[in-house]
């Protein structure tokens, strides 16, 4: 099988679209449209035209706005209705009108739902099949057919779920998708139902899985190894109940496991970076263990594991990383020992080696550290100011130096409630006074912070605090509990984050703050301080 003849078919943006929470713009839905093209998808099912008002407009503006360069886009939508005629079905109307050179229908393969949802014969719903493909082809569209609920209704009665499959291709659809609607189905059941399917009909067949038993990913490289030779699914796996299966992990097993370039291998090193971007624009984040696109994908924290891939990372790891646009972490914890610290400090740029005095005194820093409460797992900026204090044996020279600070809250006679945070320090021994207001104390003191630095520091103007995390750790007998903070920060194009602990919530927070603003002033060249004059110097 050629990567050439395998149609690689995305329905995020119908599908993928029913996940709970979800709901897109047109606007979102063109720009995931875009980042689909440039992944290399074959298809994209842009949506329902003439059902659903969003889509009709999506289909509208595609027609102007859209240069796809890999994917062909899609209209979704069913056969006529019971009883009518196709040439003056509306619904059917609604899919020429979307002017999309693929269309996909979805059709009953199940004798239950034909009689209890259509509400209609067995055999008109074959005639229902059969004159709408035919119309579409004869006006010009390629037609897919998704045969919905495929393997229970194969089960129920066989003959009449192929009858089905031949229908729709003698009248002209290019492929018949096997649709596991329910998501109940095994890898042994799709793979034996779809070798049976292909070998009594000999119909071009592709798959549609989704994710109740976990097995959608499974399921559809099952029924491509049984012969199918076009998959669905959904970015991250997106969908209603438990989900479709998740295109981008299909793409990449087809890929590297076997040797079907659905993709090609430039645009498959693209894969993590995309599906960041289309979890930005949903705001719905895949699983950071999702595989090959999570952030843990390649992320490593056992000693054991760390030692070995000191010297072959490919000792636990499946395939490298960069062949799907991510990278090999080392997580920095009190399980790791020195080997992680090695594998970190040197993923950093610091060319360290495990037996190294700066290393043990890092290692046995974290160890005690983490027994605290820290975690440095999820804050590479806090371990590499604290990497760099043990490597040199000294703290670093602060381009700054904090007085003090203080957050108050005030609630207004209106009721509106003022959270006000101040910081008091110096930059080159000028003293500064600065205050910021925000929704509370976090938000409050990171303001004060940009207003004080900014003007000396013109590269923290790109420092955004991006997430907040709290959790109380219950303290050991006789200790009292105490916070941990983590907090993500986006600088430029980069994303890391800082942690902070302490008895009380907002200390945490501003030690985690303060490390942000450290981090960056210390990986930041001189040369993007400023000199500023005295009226600054009492910014409030």
Not at 305 to 317: G, K, T
Not at 433 to 445: K, M, N, R
Request: hydrophobic share 40%.
């Amino acid at each position: 099988m050629t990567g050439r003849r395998f149609q690689l078919y995305d329905t995020t943006l119908r599908d993928g679209t029913q996940q709970e929470g979800m709901v897109l713009t047109v606007e979102e839905k063109l720009a995931v449209a875009r980042h689909l093209d440039n992944f290399g998808v074959g298809y994209i099912e842009g949506g329902w035209p003439g059902a659903v008002p969003r889509d009709t407009e999506f289909f509208r503006r595609a027609r102007t706005e859209l240069d796809l360069r890999s994917a062909q886009l899609v209209a979704f939508g069913a056969t006529r209705r019971v009883g009518s005629l196709v040439s003056v079905d509306p619904q059917v109307r609604a899919l020429l009108d979307a002017q999309t050179p693929v269309v996909t229908l979805v059709a009953k393969s199940h004798p239950r739902h034909v009689d209890l949802a259509l509400r209609t014969t067995l055999a008109e719903n074959l005639a229902m099949i059969g004159s709408t493909v035919r119309h579409l082809v004869q006006a010009g569209r390629r037609v897919f057919l998704d045969a919905e609920h495929y393997f229970d209704g194969y089960h129920v009665n066989r003959e009449y779920a192929l009858e089905v499959v031949r229908i729709a291709a003698d009248a002209g659809a290019e492929t018949v998708v096997l649709c596991d609607t329910n998501g109940g189905s095994l890898p042994d059941e799709i793979k034996a139902v779809v070798a049976d399917t292909l070998a009594a009909t000999g119909v071009q067949l592709g798959i549609h899985c989704h994710d109740d038993t976990g097995c959608a990913v499974a399921n559809s490289l099952a029924a491509v190894a049984a012969g199918a030779v076009h998959v669905q699914g959904t970015a991250h796996g997106y969908g209603e109940r438990c989900g479709n299966a998740n295109l981008f992990t299909v793409a990449a097993d087809l890929v590297l496991k076997r040797g079907i370039e659905v993709v090609p291998a430039e645009k498959l090193r693209e894969l993590a970076a995309i599906g960041r971007a289309i979890a930005d624009l949903t705001g719905v984040h895949g699983h950071p263990a999702a595989p090959y696109v999570g952030s843990s994908a390649f992320a490593h924290k056992a000693g054991l594991h760390a030692s070995a891939l000191r010297i072959d990372p490919n000792l636990y790891q499946h395939t490298d990383p960069a062949l799907v646009g991510n990278e090999m972490r080392t997580l920095v914890s009190d399980l790791g020992g020195r080997s992680s610290i090695e594998l970190k400090a040197r993923s950093l740029g610091y060319p360290v080696t495990a037996g190294s005095e700066g290393v043990a005194r890092t290692a046995a820093r974290v160890k005690e550290l983490e027994h605290r409460g820290y975690a440095f797992e999820s804050a590479d900026a806090s371990f590499e100011l604290l990497l760099r204090e043990e490597l040199s044996g000294a703290k670093p020279e602060l381009p700054f130096e904090v007085t003090s600070w203080r957050v108050g809250v005030d609630q207004l006679p209106n009721g509106t409630v003022r959270t006000e945070g101040s910081v008091r320090l110096s930059v080159d021994g000028m003293p500064l006074i600065a205050s910021g207001e925000g929704s509370g104390p976090v938000t409050a003191l990171d303001r004060a912070l940009h207003r004080a630095l900014e003007p000396f520091f013109p590269d923290l103007g790109d420092l955004e605090l991006v997430d907040y995390r709290v959790r109380v750790l219950q303290g050991e007998a006789g200790t009292e509990a105490v916070a941990r903070v983590l907090i993500s920060f986006r600088h430029g194009d980069r994303r890391w984050g800082t942690v902070g602990v302490d008895e009380n919530t907002v200390t945490a927070s501003w030690q985690a703050l303060l490390d942000a603003f450290q981090y960056v002033l210390l990986s930041t060249p001189v040369l993007a301080r400023r000199a500023t004059g005295p009226a600054v110097a009492a910014a409030s």
